[in-house]
């Protein structure tokens, strides 16, 4: 008799085991729900592989109209080998939830979602995407660093005065998905190694052609490509998926 | 029970009583062991993932030319002279293939692309794991052997490493790691002893404390040694975690055991005058100190420049009279220093010393006291700095500097899991290991040496990575695969103008023939580029060159025979034998050449978008401003820089514009004419 309470102490434990196991978290109660996710920062980052982004992620719960709510719970999911610390939390007072996000082992853009549920308990998600850099795009963030962020980003850092404004004809960000999707691969390879009269644009863009060799000039559109907005290509992405 | 047993003695009774039957059985099993080697085949992991693939590629456009390349079966690379039998491309089977980029399923996606073929490296080389394994736990988790799994894809550049020690562009969390190896001294304790039987170097420039006494107060290096970074942000010294005790008989040793400098104490004229605080941070900011030193503003950031220490605090540190007799010659004190001899007058050593010295936080040691060293104090303390190895950063007199302090790092990327001692609860893993020692030393036994530094998420990781790089196999690969790092230059000016030099530490931001640092123009070729007029001004007011930037050239106030030394120097060794200087002449051009090279400048090669000739009118401001460049330069190195600026300064961000010969000629003529305000009067 006492061995089988035994075993029976013994399942019942197991059992527990079991369904605890894939919620390893404790459960958040939400004190509030909200009606809509949006972004505060933390999106569009460029990252390398197997490695937490520079930045959290933080989103905001709002309410139908517009205002913060805190006390809402938000799920944060990602493709596979994607982590989120915390991956559930509850918003803050400012209605804010802040994540840090460790991307996956490939390179790629990283489809991500906030999750949160209404008052129907009905879920209502917000999409961010996080870039992860393989080697070429690696070497074409190095490349654009020293030789063209100069001139096409339009932002100044203390150790770099950008050169935009004073530019009659401006460059165009590399982000700048819907001038640059619409060139081709050998458009770009053409305007960087013979600069822009190549393609009848400005003579203001040098050409590049005899000081970065065939494969700089291959990682430079790579870079290009991935951090393109809206996205250069829709398929290629690391799908979503619980 | 007793009759199940019976049953079963009745059924094999039954079964084996005849021969017959006994062979039947026998025949029976056989077969079926025969059929558990194919159906263990069929049934493998590969052969799924295979069937998977080509269900993949069937509805693909691609599909006819996918289908070719395919090849059914264990694919294997196979090459012996780097020890790699890899089988991964039986279920990475579109590794290869580009027109898979769309695809994101594991394990069908297209390798990306790097500067390396599959064919000619394998894959354990860079992504380690089993190579020779056909299932994936043991392939990638190594469960058998438990020796080299995977490499997780944060450190994969460390790969990179085995073989290129040299830094590369595409690798820049390899690059940072090994840089802080050498700017944290990590190698003065850990020698490290790369393949091609060179190490690596430290950089950071840890003072000797011979003098120490005359420099600074037993209070200060109480609580230096208790918290480096309560003192200073930025500081390389790492904590060791002493107790009160032992930072008092450190304090007590180091202070006993120095020896008084005569010209420390002889500058007993600073109190005398009032310091002037204005005048003092207008000197400070003429003679540029921010170019190496730091000071933390009020926001918190820590703002200048990282090759001298910083000097946020540095008035609770050093006593006056010792910092005006450095102010006036840094290398009685510390012969290695990368501080220069500025020749300051008195009334200038005075002004800046009182502004230095007003740089003060009365917080920083209020809480300090200390009551006098007794004997067995400075005993305890000696034996504590002998203990924890200070003498092997810091010269310290009549302790002897250890030798292979602890233990040697060469090959601490392929170090054994099974010498390992993990801590409780850790992933146990080398990555794992080596990252969790780097960021808390001694949590893996408080009696450990090793100090604890205040490293960010990021420098560890980079750290871990250049320590992954430092494997077996990097020094069995090949020869010709290795990538030596250069040799150490060992370049000396000669002469006297070698010795003016070193005065003034010229290779602390220059690079000349190979030696020196990065922060300022490589001046190996400066006698062929530039006009002796313009140097020799230069170097007696040097501010007319990129005036936005922070760092730059401090004034050295030289009297006027080191300048004409030192000029005469600079245009007569520092020269390429690739440019004849007086080639082409440094005036009188045609009026017609000159404007045809004006056009060239504004409309065919655009220069204005990075130079400004004309500052009403151009904006361009990445290259140097052009406005007196007739005045700077050398016709000769103008022409030629135009043909191919990076064979005049390799790494130059100047594009090749592949200038025809007549091009070149009449932008030379145009540039030549943009002179001085003063040479253009001289010349009217």
Redesign the interface.
């Known amino acids: 008799m006492k061995r089988l309470a035994g075993i029976f102490g013994t399942l019942v434990t197991l059992a527990a085991g079991c369904a605890h196991h894939p919620t390893s978290t404790p459960a958040l109660h939400a004190t509030a729900t909200g009606a809509a996710l949006v972004e505060s920062s933390g999106g569009k980052q460029l990252g390398t592989p197997g490695t937490s982004l520079a930045q959290p992620l933080v989103v905001q719960v709002n309410d139908a109209q517009g205002n913060a709510v805190a006390g809402a719970v938000v799920e944060f999911r990602g493709a596979e080998g994607v982590s989120f610390d915390p991956a559930t939390s509850l918003s803050d007072s400012s209605g804010q939830v802040t994540t840090t996000v460790t991307l996956g082992g490939s390179a790629g853009r990283y489809e991500l979602t906030a999750v949160s549920n209404d008052k129907a308990g009905k879920e209502f998600v917000l999409k961010v995407t996080e870039l992860a850099a393989g080697y070429q795009e690696q070497l074409g963030f190095e490349l654009q660093d020293q030789y063209c962020a100069r001139c096409h980003d339009p932002e100044s850092s203390p150790q770099r005065v950008s050169n935009y404004d004073n530019l009659a004809v401006k460059p165009h960000a590399f982000t700048d998905g819907e001038t640059l999707t619409k060139l081709s691969d050998s458009d770009l390879t053409a305007m960087i190694s013979h600069g822009g009269p190549a393609l009848n644009r400005s003579a203001l863009m040098p050409p590049y052609g005899a000081t970065l060799s065939k494969s700089d000039i291959q990682a430079l559109i790579a870079y290009i490509r991935l951090v393109a907005d809206p996205p250069w290509r829709v398929t290629g992405v690391v799908d979503a998926k619980r | 029970m007793q009759s199940l047993k019976a049953k079963l003695i009745s059924f094999s009774r039954a079964l084996l009583h005849d021969p017959i039957h006994i062979f039947g059985v026998v025949s029976f099993l056989l077969l079926v062991a025969l059929a558990i080697a194919p159906a263990k085949d069929h049934f493998s992991e590969w052969r799924h993932y295979q069937q998977q693939y080509l269900r993949l590629i069937h509805d693909r456009g691609d599909a006819v030319t996918l289908q070719r390349h395919f090849q059914g079966g264990i694919r294997q690379i196979w090459l012996p002279d780097l020890g790699v039998v890899d089988r991964c491309q039986s279920c990475h089977t579109g590794l290869d293939e580009t027109s898979l980029?769309?695809v994101?399923t594991?394990p069908f996606?297209r390798h990306?692309?790097?500067?390396h073929r599959l064919d000619e490296f394998g894959c354990v080389v860079c992504h380690r794991g089993q190579g020779a394994a056909t299932t994936v736990a043991e392939a990638h988790h190594s469960t058998l052997a438990r020796e080299e799994p995977l490499l997780?894809?944060?450190?994969?550049e460390a790969s990179c490493g085995q073989c290129h020690h040299v830094a590369l562009?595409?690798?820049?969390?390899l690059n940072q790691g090994r840089e802080l190896l050498a700017r944290y001294g990590c190698v003065r304790c850990h020698s490290i002893r790369l393949p091609d039987s060179s190490t690596i170097t430290p950089t950071d420039q840890p003072p000797p404390l011979t003098h120490i006494a005359d420099k600074t107060t037993r209070e200060w290096i109480y609580a230096w040694l208790k918290d480096p970074a309560s003192y200073a942000a930025s500081a390389t010294m790492p904590n060791f975690q002493l107790s009160d005790a032992d930072a008092r008989d450190i304090s007590a040793f180091l202070i006993a055991n120095s020896e008084p400098l005569p010209g420390d104490a002889a500058a007993a004229t600073v109190a005398a005058t009032a310091p002037d605080p204005a005048a003092g941070a207008s000197l400070y900011g003429e003679s540029f100190c921010a170019s190496c030193h730091a000071v933390q503003n009020a926001a918190g950031n820590v703002v200048g420049g990282d090759i001298g220490p910083e000097l946020t605090r540095i008035g609770s540190k050093v006593k006056p009279e010792w910092l005006q007799a450095w102010l006036r010659d840094p290398r009685t004190y510390n012969s290695h220093t990368l501080m220069p001899r500025y020749r300051w007058s008195e009334q200038q050593l005075r002004l800046l010393s009182g502004y230095v010295q007003s740089k003060t936080d009365t917080d920083f040691l209020a809480n300090v006291h200390l009551d006098p060293a007794t004997p067995r104090q400075i005993a305890r303390g000696k034996a504590l700095v002998t203990e924890y190895g200070c003498a092997v950063c810091h010269e310290i007199r009549g302790i002897q500097k250890p030798e292979n302090f602890a233990p040697e790092l060469s090959r601490i990327g392929s170090k054994p899991l099974a010498q390992l001692v993990f801590l409780s609860g850790m992933p146990q893993t080398l990555p794992d290991y080596i990252a969790a020692k780097v960021r808390r030393p001694r949590a893996f036994g408080a009696a450990l040496r090793m100090p604890q530094y205040s490293f960010t998420?990021?420098q560890e990781?980079a750290l871990t990575t250049a320590l992954l790089s430092l494997t077996d196999r990097s020094f069995t690969l090949p020869a010709r695969l290795q990538i030596a790092s250069p040799p150490a230059a060992t370049y000396q000016p000669a002469g006297h103008a070698g010795k003016l030099m070193a005065e003034l530490n010229c290779f602390a931001c220059h690079r000349i023939n190979g030696r020196g640092g990065e922060m300022a123009p490589d001046l190996s070729w400066e006698g062929s580029a530039v006009q002796r007029p313009w140097l020799d001004a230069f170097l007696k007011s040097p501010n007319t060159l990129r005036p936005?930037l922070?760092r730059r050239m401090p004034k050295f106030n030289l009297s006027d025979s080191e300048r004409a030394e030192l000029t005469d120097y600079f245009m007569t060794v520092y020269q390429t034998a690739d440019i004849d200087r007086d080639a082409i002449p440094l005036s009188s051009y045609s009026a017609g050449l000159v404007e045809q090279g004006r056009q060239l400048f504004y409309?065919?090669?655009?220069c204005q978008?990075?130079h400004q000739v004309n500052p009403q009118q151009d904006?361009?401001?990445?290259g140097p401003p052009l406005t007196q460049v007739g005045s700077r330069l050398n016709a000769t190195w103008i022409y030629h820089w135009l043909k191919?600026?990076?064979a005049s300064r390799p790494g130059t961000?100047e594009?090749?514009?592949?200038i025809n010969d007549e091009d070149a000629n009449a932008l030379t003529a145009f540039l030549m004419t943009q002179k001085a305000p003063g040479v253009r009067e001289a010349k009217r």
């Open positions: 980029a769309d994101s594991q996606r990306p692309p790097i500067p997780p894809a944060r450190y994969i562009p595409g690798t820049p969390k998420t990021d990781e936005a922070i409309s065919k090669y655009s978008s990075c904006k361009g401001y990445i191919n600026p990076q961000i594009p090749n514009q592949n």
